[in-house]
């Protein structure tokens, strides 16, 4: 399948995806925050956790992609309104998932990187929409998805005329049900290979359990990612929506002093 | 998972969705035509054949979900048009897929009946856009999802007031790749079963290869789908999408009377 | 890859496998019969229960590959010489599983057909042993094969001298959940195109659940299966393994009227 | 499910499995060799290549578990006798599969560790086997198994008295297809949190592409591996079977430099 935009820099570089002071491809980037944003004082809470322990972005969704109706389903407007008091508090750059077309351009006036998500990697009104538009995508894998799907649904952002796709592993469905997903680390370096975008990971939703998530960062690292995302909660019990693999702010930060310390190893390493 | 909606008419008998005179859950109807809308005399020249050979209503793209941004969109405005066109000349109702939000209101004042395609089966928006039109909703099992999370879409429809939807299973990705998806028919009874909704089946997409299809049709019909959607090209080897799964008009015109037969035969042994 | 015997025969018809009185595919062939051979008593119970119903074979497991060490392992050699009491007394052909090739031998003494399980459609040494066997073969298809490895499984059947392979479709590992396994109807009008050995399915094993197996058996006759093996037991609650897959004699015979009756239907219509 | 063996030592530390003077568990272990035992002077060659680049152990196949009975089938006991012989050259203990329960006890006599491979997984006679042998095992996870299967599987073996049993993921079975299998690292933390065995990763089964190998050891290592099975041929384009995933000795040597380097990092890490 062409490829025109994904592999048109090949040989002459890896793309810089900048959010910000942000920039993904040359930094190795940590963005963690809660799965949703549920009210002012966990968002704010969360996100001064995470930026003590050394995050470079927050996440926190206020559109939640719920399998049923009658789950919550985010505080939208509201939601956008929490982020970003958490950034002007924080100074970190905002990247929150949206889910409608007709959402994108106000939206936008919100976040600094827009995400799209599992569920609607192959919708391509979506993804044409944030390619229009002058924030930055997060481009998560489909649960469902080859890495072909995958760069081809990047190339759709590309072809929009929006350069700055971030893809994110996220893991996909397979047999096993021990993890929530298989995070497919094997992408990683697939993706690196195949295209001239930064490439991160998901271990939270990838891999669905606390227990495992800080060894599935680590082994991302050594895949070579370019940063990961996170899910932290102030308090996990108490959270709406992925509780399972919500990490508390204190587990987070060990898991960060060793993401920083194997990242630059892998620098020398290289 | 509650399904508040889907299991609330269960002792009193099943769903009928009504498409002009089409009755799905009352008759066994059969949705064909082709995959694109491609031009005006292919449409016709198809939807003539495939009422001849005894189809219900007529299906044709004019938004294609395509993995490629190169590959052919669809004519969009102009495809419904010449949609529209074969219904005024065959009376067959229209289905057409839906991929965008704001699409859906004035798509629905030429289509009949609105496709939610696989790859949107999670797109909770759009869920909700055709929840609150007026327009009966065809809705495919996405490739990835569970029996669980299908029925789940449905509720989302139906919760926004829609009452009228017809699940249609297209088959699962699985390891298997010589046939193009793994059309599970374990899933008709399941989700006649589990709800009160008309089940149909797609074996085009479910297998993908032109020489299961007729087979694979009268399975359907023993596993007691309520109908089916079936890809028919006047000149499949010229068609601009899904070639390999196209049925000629002959061979189509063979199956049918198969699956007729088939079908008035399950009604007696039931 | 090469099918050297597989396709030889095609164009010259189709095989026939004879046990004893018994004609896969010539004959709609229905196997039923306990997962596991538990005691005489229930044994004989099930078989006379299953003859009555039609049913033209017997099966019954008495080595049993149990995923835990620790769960009920079959009764042996005990168990065979219960099926050749029951065999005796109904004058059903028996069908067990073997799982060691040292167990070909002397089990085919007792066996009229041997089975090699989902789980050892790839344990090539045990292929070759029933290759050399005088004795029939059923070959499941593994949980994990695609239809090419399985036929490549027959074909080392076939390679070492035993023409007489029935294929037997068993469901295959998917991410649903919701069923047991998915079974793959798609692949009965694959094998019986690509091969020219006759093929049965297994809706037990292939859905596990009671209330879906008689649907299933029927699709399993319209795409075109030879025949079918279906668990039985005469206290389902009580079974020492798959209970939730176990067809009542009273169900099961229902299931059959109408299997029987939709099989001389379904050859009317081709 | 009950696990007796599995967790029976938990709190009281993990289990070191030794081979030789190579110690699993405590030592990162590396096996290294080619697919498949072809010659003397290809196994000789390959096996001092290997040991010169810091490799623990030699594998090599000499019965393959291949999918068409008309691709090679291995040496079988002048395979065994290469093998000792490189042994005796290198001074590498040596590991191969055993696929037949009949060959147990005689292979054992020359190989230090036994394997059974993926497609033997739930091949409950040959666990049994292996269980009642004297030699230590190198137990690979199935490609279609889950973790729980898996570790019931290494069960089988521990119930029967050998409790030096190695688990060796070696990627699974999914939808994509740009990768052989799916190295699934998720397992790694998940079954050595479970258990208290040593487990390795096989990253060229895993991912089956030379380019993604050396990458996907390292992630190996970060994932909390114990160690590691690697294939490589002196001369992969000339490999009778699994050519696309042999590395050179030169790409091994340089991979392996950073392996050992990252394990011992990752020990201080931790």
């Not at 192959?122 to 995958?150: A, C």
Request: neutral net charge.
């Amino acid at each position: 399948m062409k490829h025109l935009k994904l592999t048109s820099l090949n040989g002459a570089g890896r793309t810089t995806v900048r959010v910000g002071s942000v920039a993904f491809g040359t930094d190795f980037v940590v963005i963690a925050g809660p799965c949703s944003v549920e009210s002012e004082e966990q968002t704010l809470q969360t996100a001064h956790a995470v930026r003590e322990a050394g995050a470079n972005m927050l996440r926190g969704g206020v559109f939640k992609p719920r399998t049923s109706p009658y789950a919550f389903q985010g505080l939208g407007l509201q939601g956008l309104k929490i982020l970003a008091r958490a950034r002007e508090e924080t100074g970190l750059p905002i990247v929150t998932e949206v889910l409608d077309t007709r959402d994108v351009s106000w939206v936008s006036e919100y976040a600094d990187m827009l995400q799209v998500g599992a569920r609607n990697m192959q919708n391509f009104s979506l993804l044409k929409e944030v390619g229009k538009s002058s924030r930055p995508v997060l481009l998560k894998r489909g649960m469902h998805s080859t890495i072909e799907e995958w760069l081809s649904a990047a190339e759709y952002v590309l072809a929009e005329g929006n350069p700055n796709v971030v893809l994110c592993e996220r893991g996909i469905r397979t047999f096993e049900t021990y993890t929530r997903n298989t995070l497919d680390l094997n992408s990683v370096p697939a993706a690196k290979e195949l295209t001239h975008l930064p490439v991160i990971t998901d271990p939270s939703h990838g891999c669905g359990r606390v227990n495992l998530i800080p060894t599935m960062a680590l082994a991302s690292v050594a895949a070579g990612a370019d940063g990961m995302m996170i899910e932290v909660h102030c308090k996990p019990e108490e959270a709406l929506s992925d509780k399972d693999q919500a990490l508390t702010p204190d587990v987070f930060s060990v898991m960060m002093r060793k993401v920083r310390s194997l990242s630059r190893y892998m620098q020398e390493l290289a």
